[in-house]
């Protein structure tokens, strides 16, 4: 399994921008789809974002698109998350996940993912 480190999480206002940063372990970081995911106090884990292997494909949440832009740089085995005119509903721990497997949904459950990272907080206030 691949190793994933998130950064970038922060206190931001409504109207704001944050970038979110996964940097991952291992020499076939291409090879994996990478995602993610957030979870709210008392809600279940939600899917924000996914991208292919190449970058060449993505999917984002309802909730997000137009909002936020998952993107990845395979040489530096890093993806990223794009995150502007936040809301305070946006407020969660955003977690980065991978898998060997591009999902079959533009919506894909958690379990689709078998590594994940420790998470990093993001809260917007209103």
């Known amino acids: 399994q691949v190793q994933l480190v998130e950064s970038g999480g922060g206190l931001v206002q409504t109207g704001g921008s944050l970038r979110l940063s996964c940097a991952a372990s291992?020499?076939?970081?291409?090879?994996?789809?990478m995602g993610w995911f957030r979870q709210a106090p008392g809600k279940e884990r939600e899917f924000v974002a996914v991208?292919?292997?190449?970058?060449?494909?993505?999917y984002a949440a309802n909730s997000v698109k137009g909002r936020f832009t998952i993107s990845r740089d395979n040489a530096k085995n890093t993806v990223f998350l794009q995150m502007n005119s936040l809301k305070p509903e946006d407020t969660a721990v955003y977690y980065c996940?991978?898998?060997?497997?591009?999902?079959?949904?533009?919506?894909?459950?958690?379990?689709?993912?078998?590594?994940w990272g420790q998470g990093t907080q993001v809260a917007v206030s209103s």
């Open positions: 291992g020499r076939t970081f291409s090879s994996y789809a």
């Open positions: 996940a991978a898998d060997f497997r591009f999902p079959r949904t533009s919506s894909p459950s958690p379990r689709e993912f078998a590594s």
């Open positions: 991208i292919s292997g190449s970058g060449g494909t993505t």
